[in-house]
T-cell receptor, first 114, second 113 residues
């Protein structure tokens, strides 16, 4: 196990609703990245947070937003949910002493939008 | 554009045989290439990485080969075991601001007894 935890495990929402997903990074890790993994696909980078600031963003619309807290835990918020938002949402943490690409993934949150 | 792809979506091997999983990439600026293993219901698990200035790296039962001339990456698993059954992803790290991993579609490896 990586020490990265995510909640909830599963979630069902209706189109148009808003959702908040949570991630607790591994102890000592100050960088959190979020990825979206559609069924049968590889994860796609959404954005990264470093010391509570957004540090980079992938090709996702502004209705995908995030936060990182002083304890380095993080939230992913998605507004105006669409059916195509149904996916596994993964967070990954990294930190001091690790190369930037050394990211440790949590188990993910499975979001279903109906 | 950025893309990391895989030649084979599925691979079936006999237990004890060696497995080779291939991957093509397109971004010359990537500084690291990484292989991840993802079991059902779990997040991707780091297996091995290779820096862009290397062409081979060995781990425990795994070897990664990098051919920058043809932008090709492979993962070799020796003496495949039932526990190796999973989906394997290659990923490239693009070091522009955020350390952004670009993943391929994945190859499902199944082990026949």
């Amino acid at each position: 196990e990586t020490g990265v935890t995510q909640s909830p495990t599963h979630l069902i929402k209706t189109r148009g609703q808003q959702v908040t997903l949570r991630c607790s990074s591994q102890s000592g890790h100050n960088t959190v990245s979020w990825y979206q993994q559609a069924l049968g696909q590889g994860p796609q980078f959404i954005f990264q947070y470093y010391r509570e600031e957004e540090n980079g963003r992938g090709n996702f619309p502004p209705r995908f937003s995030g936060l990182q807290f002083p304890n380095y835990s993080s939230e992913l918020n998605v507004n105006a949910l669409e059916l195509d938002d149904s996916a596994l949402y993964l967070c990954a943490s990294s930190g001091p002493g690790l190369a930037g690409h050394e990211q440790y993934f949590g188990p993910g949150t499975r979001l279903t939008v109906t | 554009g950025e893309s990391v792809g895989l030649h084979l979506p599925t691979l079936s091997v006999q237990e004890g045989d060696n497995s080779i999983i291939n991957c093509a990439y397109s971004n010359s600026a990537s500084d690291y290439f990484i292989w991840y293993k993802q079991e059902s219901g779990k997040g991707p698990q780091f297996i091995i990485d290779i820096r862009s200035n290397m062409d081979k790296r060995q781990g425990q039962r795994v070897t990664v080969l990098l051919n920058k001339t043809v932008k090709h990456l492979s993962l070799q698993i020796a003496a495949t075991q039932p526990g190796d059954s999973a989906v394997y992803f290659c990923a490239e790290n693009i070091p522009h601001g955020a350390q952004k991993l670009v993943f391929g579609q994945g190859t499902r490896l199944t082990i026949n007894p």
